[in-house]
């Protein structure tokens, strides 16, 4: 077969595969309407919501699956990732069918791991990393860390400062951003519209942390997949790409500051709810746990639902999807520095070039040198800045080499017998 003649047959059937997966909209699918929650509270959050989900055909979608599995060779890297892509949207389509039943977890599991499944290391999970956080997180309490920010923006504040954001990043390619009643999260972004949740209260940080999550990655990897002429599959958000997005995310919140500490512990408290699910406890068990956890009870219904949402409100089938926050973190974070260590920061661009999964990097590199995958045309400000992104991963990867016990060790020695200082208040 002639090169164009390959080229043509790849195109064809990325073309094939995005077509499949426009209609496998999960989080829009397994939305709840606003009245569940009120019926909930109304009810005194004692008893279990009732919920039911529209029932999902996914007849053409596996159709088109089917056919395009005809045309791979399983033996050919390039045809290996798009038959993975096949089946990561053949179980999406099944977890949509599968609704309110036992066969939802399986595809779950699937696609998005449970709070066991190892990470890239093979050793941790991402339970076992919650865990980890949560029990660092308690031993602040002895800590005066200061008042924390007060959620007092609103959605419209945070419309308008997003509204500029994406406006200066994007020009004419920048999203609709709206406020809207009913949404899985307090934001969701997609290449054209940036919903932002009606209700849901806001710190000045929080603001920083969605502009930089949701616009400036979600957004930019959105607008870099459509600006593909030829393969279209790269402006598909189907789950096998998620672990990726979420990852490079949620380190866009750390590099650039917008992190905090009870964001990161959000996101440890929903693995260690996932898990609980898992283990059989019901709605009311996970919405207590997070409501002493927090004591927002309008918040706990929305971080429980998160976990139940899809599956059966009576424990042991949850949505596994928050489980990828601290994985792809993980992954983006130790692959950027691998990338550093390899001198191969010129896959940078090819990381934003669409919705991906990071191990696909060597594929993409093998179509762009085709001439069939284009580099990122958006980076998030923090990717452009090549200065302080290298320093800081040259750094990251000089610290990985230092055995960190025994410095530990040594320091925690040191510290034992200096007297505690008492700090001025207004230092605190």
């Given at each position: ?10 195109r ?19 939305s709840w309407?606003?009245s569940?929650?009120q ?22 979608t596996l159709?088109?699956?089917e056919?395009v ?6 033996n ?12 990561d949207?053949e179980?999406t389509?099944k ?11 399986k ?21 076992g ?14 800590i ?6 007060v ?46 949740r ?8 929080d603001i920083?942390q ?38 490079l995310?949620?380190?866009a ?6 992190m ?17 699910a ?7 068990q ?9 004591g927002?009870?309008d ?15 009576t ?12 994985d ?11 990338m550093?260590?390899?001198?191969r920061?010129?896959?940078l ?18 179509l ?15 990717a ?9 991963l ?9 055995d960190?016990s025994q410095?530990n ?7 034992n017998?200096?007297?505690?200082v008492?700090?001025?208040?207004n230092?605190?």
């Amino acid at each position: 077969m002639s090169l164009e003649k390959e080229k043509q047959r790849i195109r064809n059937v990325s073309d094939q595969l995005y077509q499949a997966s426009r209609s496998l909209r999960v989080l829009g699918h397994l939305s709840w309407d606003a009245s569940i929650k009120q019926q909930f509270f109304a009810n005194n959050a004692k008893e279990l919501p009732v919920v039911s989900y529209e029932k999902f055909d996914a007849t053409e979608t596996l159709n088109i699956i089917e056919a395009v599995r005809t045309k791979l060779n399983p033996n050919n890297p390039i045809d290996q990732w798009l038959l993975g892509i096949a089946q990561d949207l053949e179980n999406t389509a099944k977890l949509l069918q599968s609704t309110a039943t036992p066969d939802f977890y399986k595809y779950s599991c699937d696609l998005y791991g449970t709070p066991t499944s190892p990470l890239v290391d093979q050793t941790n999970t991402s339970l076992g990393l919650a865990n980890q956080l949560a029990d660092l997180f308690a031993s602040f309490d002895m800590i005066d860390l200061g008042d924390p920010d007060v959620a007092a923006i609103d959605a419209d504040t945070v419309a308008a400062a997003m509204h500029k954001a994406t406006q200066s990043m994007f020009a004419d390619n920048a999203p609709e951003v709206s406020v809207v009643d009913t949404l899985s999260a307090n934001a969701l972004a997609g290449a054209t519209r940036i919903r932002i949740r009606r209700g849901a209260k806001f710190t000045d940080k929080d603001i920083q942390q969605l502009i930089n999550h949701e616009a400036y990655v979600h957004v930019a990897t959105s607008l870099n997949g459509r600006n593909q002429p030829d393969l279209k599959i790269l402006a598909s958000s189907y789950p096998g790409t998620t672990r990726t997005q979420e990852g490079l995310a949620v380190f866009a919140e750390f590099i650039t500051g917008s992190m905090d500490i009870d964001r990161m512990h959000r996101l440890a408290d929903r693995v260690i709810a996932i898990q609980m699910a898992v283990d059989g406890a019901d709605f009311l068990q996970v919405y207590q746990y997070f409501l002493d956890r927090i004591g927002e009870p309008d918040q706990s219904f929305e971080n429980t639902r998160r976990v139940f949402r899809g599956g059966t409100l009576t424990g042991g089938v949850p949505f596994t999807k928050d489980i990828v926050y601290l994985d792809g973190l993980l992954r983006v974070h130790n692959f950027m520095r691998s990338m550093v260590a390899t001198k191969r920061t010129d896959v940078l661009r090819m990381l934003f070039c669409g919705k991906l999964d990071l191990e696909n990097i060597p594929v993409l590199c093998e179509l762009a040198s085709m001439d069939l995958c284009q580099p990122a045309t958006y980076l998030p400000p923090w990717a452009s800045d090549l200065r302080f992104l290298l320093a800081y991963l040259t750094y990251s990867s000089f610290l990985n080499k230092i055995d960190l016990s025994q410095v530990n060790i040594h320091y925690q020695q040191l510290l034992n017998d200096a007297p505690i200082v008492a700090c001025p208040e207004n230092l605190k």
